[in-house]
């Protein structure tokens, strides 16, 4: 019964480079949510995501960023030509359902930009 | 739209000690309230919820904490702090029907430090 698992654990680019982070739901939920957690800042909706639907991307920055969440294997949270700004806490979160009532999060994947 | 105040970004408790993290919410419908731990390095993992039932929330490892309608509050208290509560607590609400009910909007978080 696993929970939320997402990889890599700590990601270090450079800048210009390609950052790709990835989450498995917990087996059975259809309902992926990535928020960014900046230093010293709580945690900042990006997007959220159903299988091949993208419902909400109201908190992703309008360049560079994008996500997926196929039909078949992890959601992706990809970022273009990383800058250090990007440098932040991502963390996703899966429930069955379209509601906070139900989430459980990742562990995170720490992006630095060097 | 939605907002969370945590007062206090910093909270220093001798172990033993009544732990209070306070947070105020803005919510143009009916909430739901969550409070949230953070250990270092990782993920965060749920204390509690309030759902609209019962207006003081038990949760885990001996947290609690009183939605208050009247003063928009859900302030997390722990009668005895230990060692182990040392971590950072995040406050979070979302919207409980309709509309983005699916999104969290968290408070800056409150540093716990707990002193022997």
């Known amino acids: 019964n696993a929970g939320v698992m997402q990889n890599p654990r700590h990601l270090v680019r450079r800048r210009g480079q390609e950052a790709r982070l990835r989450c498995s739901p917990v087996?059975?939920?259809?309902?992926v949510y990535w928020y960014r957690q900046l230093p010293e800042e709580g945690l900042k909706f990006m997007v959220y995501l159903q299988k091949e639907n993208i419902i909400d991307e109201s908190g992703m920055p309008k360049e560079r960023f994008s996500a997926e969440f196929p039909k078949e294997g992890p959601s992706i949270l990809r970022i273009q030509q990383v800058v250090r700004g990007d440098s932040a806490a991502y963390f996703c979160?899966?429930?069955?359902?379209?509601?906070?009532?139900?989430?459980?999060f990742g562990s995170g994947t720490r992006l630095t930009v060097v | 739209a939605q907002s969370v105040t945590q007062l206090g970004s910093h909270v220093s408790v001798s172990e033993g000690a009544l732990v209070l993290l306070r947070c105020n919410y803005s919510s143009s419908v009916p909430p739901y309230l969550f409070w949230y731990v953070q250990y270092p390095n990782q993920g965060l993992q749920l204390l509690l919820k309030?759902?609209?039932?019962?207006?003081l929330v038990k949760g885990i490892n001996g947290f609690e904490a009183e939605f208050k309608k009247s003063e928009t509050s859900f302030h997390l208290t722990k009668p005895s702090a230990h060692m182990s509560d040392a971590a950072e607590y995040f406050c979070?609400?979302?919207?409980?029907?309709?509309?983005?009910?699916?999104?969290?909007?968290f408070g800056k978080g409150t540093l716990l430090t707990v002193n022997p």
């Open positions: 309030y759902t609209s039932a019962a207006t």
């Open positions: 979070a609400v979302s919207g409980n029907s309709g509309g983005s009910n699916y999104k969290l909007t």
């Open positions: 087996k059975g939920h259809s309902h």
């Open positions: 979160a899966s429930s069955p359902k379209d509601t906070s009532y139900g989430y459980t």
